[in-house]
């Protein structure tokens, strides 16, 4: 492959990251923060005892491994 078109390609996606991390940061840092809480979603595992307290966050677990397998599958599919 072309050397410049490699180099347009790369500069295209680091420039869509950038924009999703940009337009996340500006979600986070209004008042309202984002409409879905990562951590504190249903499905979560949280049990609360006299003594302590246990919390697993399954579905965020799942969410988040599905988000960074889509992202990984598209860097490569972009490589190719």
């Known amino acids: 492959m072309e050397p410049m078109r490699e180099l347009g390609r790369t500069l295209s996606f680091a420039g869509a990251a950038l924009a999703i991390v ?10 309202g923060g984002l409409p879905l809480r990562l951590g504190r979603l249903p499905g979560d595992i949280s049990y609360q005892g006299k003594h302590g307290s246990f919390y697993f966050p399954v579905v965020t677990c799942i969410l988040l491994s599905v988000a960074l397998t889509l992202i990984l599958w598209l860097v490569q599919w972009l490589k190719k």
């Open 22 to 31: 940009g337009a996340l940061v500006w979600m986070i840092a209004r008042p």
